[in-house]
């Protein structure tokens, strides 16, 4: 069993789907899982539609009908035949969109919205592949992947997960599960009691992973729109080198660190039973790619990654005692609390300085609840530059025109959170 996963940018239009139909012919007669991402940007657009229904910003109404014509348009270049049964699908499944009301769990409702994103493009990729001749069963991917009911960030239960994927009962028409073709949602879990939750943006990397994991898979591949791991980000570098083969330990702390590529939860279980991952580009399939395995190997080049709209809090005692171990027990609660990650940190005798994603949802709350009892000075607007394999003269090639506003440095990577100058 091989587990394949398509991203958004991979399924954004027709010709991509199309694209995802020939790719998929060169490997005829295995027995693949297919996980596909929302079509295009469609996660951000059910976001504000959340927004809108929720929060009562109003403007629903608008937003449901640019998701509806998004896939209509693709559906209808995909299948000129306006009888297709994939038709009722997607239109049950926008009547599921128009019906969402305001609710008393906002996380919840999001979950219960946003998953719909996964389940029209499933539809379509699935539809499609059969009309192309391959030949593959959908499955309903919370029929398998059950978690808590941490809504937005669904904690996986393994166990659960695991004996799902072995009881044949559970795969699609009674067949033994993994017989040829699946197609199924990233992304998407079930709570015990029968609702669907997320595991995080970007999180079908990691539904890849944990198929991968609960069925044994020999290999994961994500498909991209890159040739594979590339030493930069070819957004903010000239000149970036692909990376054949890197350990789970880099790959780990790269993602970690903020490259884009894969989703950092990936690893960690592919890792734990040595299930090698391939990061290849659907647009050049016949390219190798990047190889993630257990080979104990160190990057030959240095590694850079950029993250914008950062913002610096410093944190303080009001009575400007000293950062003791109290402080930091409450500190480290309320970022838990206000699901905030902390990307860098740094403690001095009387302040705390962290570095954090801006996010415009989370840290204004974040700093309110801070300041019941700190002091908080903070600074927007910053880069966070995270280079791993580092020698002095990356650093002071990233550094130019900028000022530092803090340094991290351990054996091997260097943090620097830094502000054009
Ligand atoms: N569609 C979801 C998102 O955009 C999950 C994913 O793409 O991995 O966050
Ligand atoms: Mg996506």
Redesign the pocket.
């Known amino acids: 069993m091989k587990v394949f996963k398509f991203?958004?940018a991979s399924v954004k239009d027709a010709d991509s789907v199309r694209n995802v139909a020939s790719l998929m012919k060169k490997f005829s007669g295995e027995r693949i899982i297919v996980v596909v991402?929302?079509m295009g940007k469609i996660?951000n657009l059910l976001e504000t539609l959340v927004d809108a229904v929720c929060l009562k910003k109003g403007g629903a109404k608008p937003i449901i009908e640019q998701i509806k014509k998004y896939h209509l348009d693709i559906v209808k270049d995909l299948f000129p035949n306006s009888s297709h049964s994939v038709y009722d699908d997607i239109n049950s499944v926008f009547l599921q969109l128009e019906k969402s009301k305001p609710s008393d769990s906002y996380n919840k409702e999001y979950d219960q919205m946003v998953s719909l994103?996964?389940i029209i493009s499933s539809k379509i990729v699935s539809a499609y592949l059969n009309e192309a001749g391959v030949k593959n069963n959908w499955l309903d991917v919370r029929e398998v992947i059950q978690t808590d009911s941490t809504y937005r960030e669904g904690k996986v239960d393994w166990e659960k997960t695991e004996r799902n994927l072995s009881t044949p009962s559970r795969s699609p028409k009674g067949g033994e599960l993994g017989d040829g073709l699946l197609v199924t949602q990233?992304?998407l879990g079930k709570t015990p009691d029968g609702f669907t939750t997320t595991l995080g943006?970007?999180?079908?990397?990691y539904t890849a992973a944990i198929l991968a994991y609960c069925t044994n898979a020999e290999s994961v591949t994500i498909w991209k729109d890159v040739p594979g791991v590339m030493n930069a980000d070819p957004k903010w570098f000239d000149e970036t080198k692909l990376i054949e083969q890197m350990s789970y330990q880099d790959a780990i702390e790269l993602s970690y660190y903020g490259a884009t590529v894969i989703h950092p939860k990936t690893i960690k279980p592919l890792q734990n039973k040595k299930i090698p991952l391939y990061v290849r580009s659907f647009l050049k399939p016949d390219e190798k790619g990047t190889l993630i395995n257990d080979k104990q190997s160190q990057l030959p080049i240095p590694c850079f990654i950029f993250k914008v709209n950062q913002i610096l809090l410093s944190i303080s005692p009001k009575d400007f005692s000293f950062i003791v171990e109290e402080n930091f027990s409450d500190i480290f609660k309320i970022f838990a609390d206000h699901q905030v990650k902390i990307n860098v940190m740094q403690n001095s005798a009387i302040s705390f300085s962290v570095c954090a994603d801006n996010d415009e949802r989370k840290i204004p709350e974040l700093i309110k609840t801070l300041q019941k009892k700190f002091r908080v000075l903070y600074n927007e607007n910053l880069e966070l530059i995270t280079i791993r394999y580092y020698n002095q003269s990356t650093i002071d090639r990233v550094c130019i025109g900028k000022k530092v506003f803090m340094e991290h440095k351990s054996r091997y990577t260097v943090q620097l959170v830094v502000k054009n100058a």
């Open positions: 991203g958004g991402s929302a996660t994103g996964e990233g992304f943006r970007e999180g079908s990397d």
